[in-house]
């Protein structure tokens, strides 16, 4: 049973508890033991809320299920940090709250996985370890070394690939493009040798096509590897044993096809294998180099993945791990006989291992860490040391009131929402200004590892006025940008598949019935935010053509289906439609340059007017460059982050949608913004920011391979 699962009995065993207690001791107790939620859940303060649960579980007057409910998180705060105090306090709450069937279950179940994660451990001198090697970069896209004395990875101040050594700290750059003043080239995912010799990357040509490239570790031999002008994305996976192949996934755009395919390295030359249903999270050989080994979806359009083994000798795909839960492939153990993979069949994404024989799997998955969250693969070295790298931005709701003609504050900033704290974005206020819709990660599935992109898996509808909340679970991998309709009807939202392939779909905000309304073809992209026309009848969208190259703004007709192109530029990436419907707004970013800027238009097509331009590196325009327009009409307010300053706070701004200064509204926050949405009373406003970004750092895993 999931922890909200768990949190919801809990409320409703301390209601029918509350009639034997003194009211005010045992509010106080469910006060605190919220706090402890907060701290754990939306803070990651785990310390900080074991003490909290603890006080609970001591005070007699919070009554036996909400003592035991605080024991239980008390031992899930202990696993998350790796203790075995988990154990033994899984122990204490069977043990002394038997009466507690529901709670004392779940303890039971805790303590079994325990016990699995250490019959997989080494022997008892050698302890299993995890442990923080580097705060390292955001966007790693690299892998250790076999050696396990460097780490590959983009260096984003030039966009070069580097490499850092884990013993010293110290870094070299392997490619040398010069600034990005001088060369918008850049490196992407990369991958070693087997010799520890040679690095396969991908990179971003001026051409603006994606190709393979080799180096070697001093800097020397580099060389195009593989380049195909149809070919629009492609990530290398792992080399052959023999280091003669390079496997590679391969996104061609034209056919919208992906595959799997093996390029020569003595002479560039390629082969698909396969066709893939979607993209895998992770891809290699098997250890004598027969088969390779993947996750995919279990079936079209799920977000919920198995892992297989596909021989090369063109005989069926075998399948490894095949379980109703999200199981997401992490990587083979040195020695061949098993894999790593990550789970959420526990109710929290956890890492496990499973033993391989003759190609097939052996006997039940093992468990090794449970509550690691969400992670980016760097790898195994030979001794079996698994790194891997951890990366999460967390989104919080909050509004503020301001006087609608001055722009001054009225209310200061604050949270809107405090349910699920981290996992919240991108708010709308319902047409009558009741009801606010927003989306919410409230349990990642551990195939969400690497699409962590600003999308959530819960629609959420929640009263303005008696803060009570609706959740909407569409069958859809990721999903966001709501908008509501202007009947309040429905909600359209924008949703992608495991390509990041978008599509638009209409939820009934009553019975959370969806129809499809658009779909990507294969030749273009949606982006950005959509919006409705004031009478329901046209949607606006933004889409990306001639190999992602062109931005294009569109209107279609919700009856006729009739499409029309309004606007093409090479630089779009937002738009927002006045409150008339006559104009819209567009945020643009230009790579030439570069510099950022925002134009307005008529919505029925026509010339763009510059309201202002900043260079890039002087300023930003919020995250996913949203903007809005008051109710009026006569300003777009959007974030502005003045990156010069050494603070370098975001800074809510509006300017006058007819031209003029920008005015600054005295509402800063740290993080970046998004989804900027106005109550229909003018007065509120909310937006989704960055709150508390978890600092990137790389870790290892250490002596958890079963001993022979």
């Known amino acids: 049973m999931k922890t909200a699962t768990v949190s919801k009995l809990f409320a409703v065993l301390v209601i029918l508890a509350l009639g034997t207690l003194t009211p005010t001791l045992a509010q106080n107790s469910e006060a605190q033991f919220q706090q402890g939620l907060i701290k754990e859940e939306g803070e990651g303060s785990l310390l900080e809320a074991i003490e909290i649960y603890d006080a609970v579980a001591k005070n007699e007057s919070a009554g036996r299920s909400l003592q035991a409910e605080a024991l239980l998180h008390i031992g899930l705060c202990y696993e998350k940090l790796g203790r075995t105090e988990a154990e033994k306090t899984y122990q204490n709450l069977i043990s002394n709250f038997p009466d507690q069937t529901e709670t004392v279950k779940i303890a039971r179940k805790k303590l079994s996985l325990l016990s699995q994660s250490a019959n997989v451990r080494y022997e008892e001198t050698r302890e299993f370890n995890i442990r923080k090697v580097w705060e390292g970069p955001r966007d790693l896209l690299g892998e250790v070394s076999p050696d396990g004395k460097y780490l590959s990875y983009v260096d984003w101040d030039t ?377 329901g009848s046209t949607l606006y969208y933004g889409l990306l053509t001639n190999n992602f190259r062109n931005s294009q703004i569109m209107s279609r007709d919700l009856e006729s289906g009739e499409v029309k192109m309004i606007y093409e530029s090479k630089d779009i990436l937002n738009l927002s439609l006045s409150p008339d419907g006559h104009w819209l707004a567009i945020i643009s970013r230009s790579k030439s340059a570069p510099n950022w800027a925002m134009h307005v238009m008529p919505a029925s097509g026509g010339e763009a007017r510059e309201l202002f331009r900043f260079k890039e590196g002087e300023f930003s325009i919020g995250l996913s460059c949203s903007c809005t327009w008051s109710i009026d009409g006569n300003y777009i307010l959007f974030m502005l982050q003045n990156e010069i300053s050494e603070d370098s706070q975001w800074e809510l701004c509006r300017i006058p949608a007819k031209g003029g200064e920008i005015e600054k509204l005295g509402i800063t926050i740290p993080g970046g913004t998004a989804n900027l949405a106005i109550h229909p009373d003018g007065r509120h406003i909310s937006f989704s920011a960055l709150s508390r970004p978890l600092e990137p750092a790389v870790w290892v895993m250490e002596n958890f391979l079963p001993s022979d």
Not at 219 to 232: D, I, Q, T
Not at 322 to 346: M, T, V, Y
Not at 417 to 430: A, H, I, M, Q
Not at 433 to 460: C, D, E, M, R
Request: proline share 5%.
């Open 159 to 535: 966009g070069d690939l580097a490499i850092y050594e884990l013993s010293t700290g110290k870094t070299r750059r392997l490619t040398d493009k010069g600034s990005w003043d001088d060369c918008q080239e850049y490196a992407e995912d990369s991958r070693w040798s087997n010799d520890g010799k040679h690095i396969v990357y991908t990179w971003w040509n001026d051409k603006e096509i994606y190709e393979l490239r080799m180096i070697g570790l001093d800097g020397s031999a580099a060389k195009v590897l593989y380049s195909n002008e149809e070919v629009n994305y492609m990530v290398p996976s792992d080399w052959s044993p023999d280091g003669s192949q390079i496997l590679a996934c391969m996104y061609f755009q034209e056919n919208r096809i992906q595959a799997a395919g093996l390029i020569n390295v003595a002479d560039g030359s390629m082969r698909v294998l396969k066709t893939l249903e979607d993209w895998p999270g992770k891809m290699c050989f098997s250890k004598d180099g027969s088969s390779i080994i993947y996750d995919h979806q279990q079936k079209e359009n799920s977000s919920v993945r198995d892992i297989y083994m596909l021989p090369l000798d063109g005989s069926n795909e075998i399948p490894l791990v095949k379980n109703p839960a999200d199981d997401f492939f992490l990587g083979l153990a040195p020695d061949g006989e098993s894999i790593l993979f990550s789970s959420d069949r526990d109710g929290t994404i956890s890492f496990y291992m499973i033993q391989i024989e003759d190609g097939k799997s052996n006997g039940d998955p093992k468990l090794v860490k449970s509550g690691v969250g969400q992670i980016d693969v760097l790898g195994f070295t030979p001794e079996g040391s698994f790194y891997y790298h951890i990366e999460q931005n967390l989104n919080d709701i909050y509004t503020a009131e301001l006087d609608p003609e001055s722009g001054s504050i009225i209310s200061p900033l604050a949270k809107m929402v405090t349910r699920f704290l981290g996992n919240n974005k991108e708010p709308d206020y319902s047409p009558n200004g009741k009801q606010l819709a927003y989306i919410s990660v409230i349990q990642p599935s551990a195939s969400n590892i690497n699409f962590n992109q600003g999308a959530g898996n819960v629609l959420i509808i929640r009263s303005i006025d008696t803060y009570q909340e609706r959740k909407i679970i569409p069958d859809l991998p990721r999903m966001g940008f709501p908008r509501w309709s202007p009947d309040g009807k429905s909600i359209m939202v924008g949703a992608w598949d495991e390509n990041s392939s978008m599509s638009f779909h209409q939820i009934d905000a009553e019975t959370g019935q969806m129809k499809t309304i658009l779909s990507s073809d294969k030749v273009i992209r949606f982006f950005g935010r959509h919006e409705w026309s004031p009478d």
